[in-house]
C-alpha cells in the first residue's frame, strides 16, 4: 500500500440499513490496509522473532487478527467457520500465553494474507444479509464489526510495541507525519471543583463492556497537572537520585528496580554524564525535554509523583477531567473538546507521528477544564485499579474484561500517538501489570 494514510473514521451510525453497512464495509478495509502497511517493511525474519518474552512474535498477532474476525464475524455472529479448530486453538489468547506461541504451528506470512482476504471475502458477504436492526445484541447497530473494527487497531499498536522492542536494524515507517511545536500552558495544575459527574457510559454501539454501565459518582475537587510529565521534569526525578531513595517508592517497586537494574525509563541512555538520549525505534536521538516521558511503569510513576509532592489521579477523576462540562453538567462522551471528529489539530493519535509531541501542542484538544492532551501522545497511569463498575455485566465474552478485574492490574487512560481514533475515547479503559513498560506510556500528577 502506498500514499498517504487517513485516519480511521468514527463510525455513525446512520438509521438507513445499507448506508450503516456501507460505513462498516469501509472502516473493515481502511483497518486491514493499515495493518499490511505498518508489515510491508518488516522482513521475514523480524516478523518470525519474538523480539520480547512479554510479546507474541509479529506474525501470531497477525494471523490472529484474522481468526479472531472469523470467530466473531463468521462463527458467533452466523454460526460458520471455514477453518479446523486446530486453527482458533493457535490464535486463541487465552489458552496459548505468549511464552509457547513461538512453537506454534502459525501460517506464514503467505498463508496468513490468504486467511485474512479468504475471510474478509466471506464476512462482507454474510454483512450484506445481516440484520442489524435486530434484537440480536451481538449485530444490533454493528456492535460486533466495531469491536472487530478496534481489535485489529488495538493489534496494531501491540504490533507498534513488538516493533519499538526489536534488537538490531531499526523500523522505518513508509511516512511519518510531521508534529506541531509545543507550547507549555502557563498553569502547571489545572483545578477541578467537586461535585458530581457520570462516569462510564451506557453505549451499546462502541463501547466494550468494561466502559459501563455509566453511573454517578461525587468526588471532592482536586487538582490535575495540565500536561502529562515531561522528560524534562522526569529527568529531574532521575538526576535527583529518585531511583536510589527508598522512601519514594512502593515496597514492591523499589525490590522490582533493584532487582532488575533500573534506573531510568526504558530506551534511556547516557552518552556522557548529564547527555541523555534515547532509543526509538532501534534509532538513537537526544532526549526531547518538551515531549511527554513515555515508557515508565506504574511504579516509577508513583515514585515521581512522590518526590513531586504530588499524587497519581484516580480514574474518575482523570475520567471527570476528560470528559465533563461544569457549565452544561454533561458529559462528553468521545472526547475532551467533545464529539466531533480527531484531527491532527486536536490529539497526535493514529500512528503516523510515530513520537508524542511536544506537551501544549494541540490547544485545541482541551477539555471543559483546559486539560491539555488527555487523548493521544502517551497512555496515562492512573492510581485505580482494574474493577468492574457497579452493575457490570461481561459481554459478549468474560475473557476481555472480567478475568483481569483485581489488584494485579492498574487502569490506564486516554491512548497514545499508537492509537487509532476508533479505539479510544473519554471513557476508554486500558489495563496492565504495574511493572510494565512496553507500552508506550506516561502520566500525569494531581494533588
Not at 500517538?417 to 500525569?444: E, H, K, M, S
Request: glycine share 8%; charged share 30%; proline share 7%.
Amino acid at each position: 500500500m502506498t500514499g498517504v494514510l487517513l485516519p480511521l473514521p468514527f463510525i455513525v451510525m446512520d438509521t438507513r440499513k445499507q448506508t450503516l453497512k456501507e460505513d462498516l464495509a469501509r472502516a473493515l478495509q481502511e483497518a486491514r490496509e493499515r495493518t499490511r502497511w505498518l508489515l510491508e517493511s518488516v522482513s521475514d525474519e523480524d516478523l518470525y522473532a519474538q523480539h520480547d518474552e512479554i510479546m507474541s512474535p509479529l506474525i501470531w498477532d497477525y494471523g490472529h487478527i484474522a481468526n479472531y474476525e472469523e470467530l466473531w464475524l463468521l462463527k458467533e455472529a452466523f454460526g460458520k467457520e471455514l477453518s479446523e479448530q486446530a486453527l482458533f486453538e493457535i490464535y486463541d489468547a487465552t489458552i496459548t500465553p505468549r511464552s509457547e506461541r513461538p512453537s506454534l504451528e502459525m501460517l506464514d506470512r503467505a498463508s496468513a494474507d490468504r486467511y485474512l482476504d479468504t475471510i474478509r471475502e466471506q464476512v462482507l458477504k454474510e454483512l450484506q444479509k445481516a440484520d442489524l436492526e435486530s434484537g440480536d445484541a451481538l449485530l444490533k447497530d454493528g456492535f460486533v464489526y466495531n469491536m472487530v473494527i478496534q481489535h485489529e487497531a488495538q493489534h496494531n499498536e501491540t504490533m507498534l510495541q513488538t516493533l519499538q522492542l526489536k534488537k538490531g536494524r531499526g523500523y522505518e515507517p513508509p511516512e511519518q507525519r510531521q508534529l506541531p511545536a509545543g507550547n507549555p500552558p502557563e498553569e502547571e495544575m489545572v483545578f477541578v471543583p467537586g461535585g458530581r459527574f457520570v462516569m462510564g457510559t451506557d453505549d451499546e454501539e462502541l463501547a466494550l463492556d468494561n466502559e459501563g454501565p455509566a453511573y454517578e459518582v461525587h468526588l471532592p475537587g482536586f487538582y490535575i497537572d495540565t500536561t502529562p510529565v515531561t522528560n524534562g521534569s522526569y529527568l529531574e526525578f532521575v538526576e535527583d537520585g529518585g531511583y536510589e531513595k527508598r522512601e519514594l517508592w512502593d515496597p514492591v517497586g523499589w525490590d522490582w528496580i533493584r532487582e532488575n537494574g533500573i534506573s531510568a525509563p526504558k530506551h534511556w541512555y547516557q552518552k556522557e554524564p548529564h547527555d541523555w538520549w534515547t532509543e526509538r525505534f532501534g534509532f538513537d536521538e537526544p532526549l526531547d525535554a518538551g515531549a511527554p516521558v513515555v515508557h515508565v511503569s506504574w511504579y516509577e510513576a508513583d515514585a515521581y509523583t512522590r518526590w513531586a509532592g504530588k499524587r497519581l489521579p484516580t480514574e474518575a477523576e482523570w475520567e471527570k477531567a476528560a470528559s465533563w462540562d461544569p457549565k452544561t453538567e454533561t458529559k462528553r462522551l468521545l472526547y475532551p473538546w467533545g464529539e466531533e471528529q480527531p484531527t491532527p489539530e486536536k490529539a497526535n493519535l493514529d500512528q503516523l507521528a510515530f513520537r508524542p509531541a511536544q506537551v501544549g501542542a494541540y490547544p485545541a484538544g482541551a477539555s471543559a477544564y483546559g486539560v491539555l492532551g488527555m487523548i493521544g501522545d502517551v497512555w496515562e497511569w492512573t492510581a485505580s485499579d482494574f474493577a468492574a463498575y457497579p452493575g457490570f455485566e461481561s459481554f459478549p465474552y468474560r475473557e476481555y474484561s472480567e478475568v483481569f478485574f483485581g489488584p494485579d492490574y492498574k487502569v490506564l487512560r486516554g491512548g497514545s500517538w499508537a492509537t487509532r481514533p476508533c479505539a479510544i475515547r473519554n471513557t476508554f479503559r486500558n489495563w496492565d501489570y504495574p511493572i510494565r513498560r512496553q507500552l508506550f506510556v506516561g502520566f500525569r500528577c494531581a494533588r
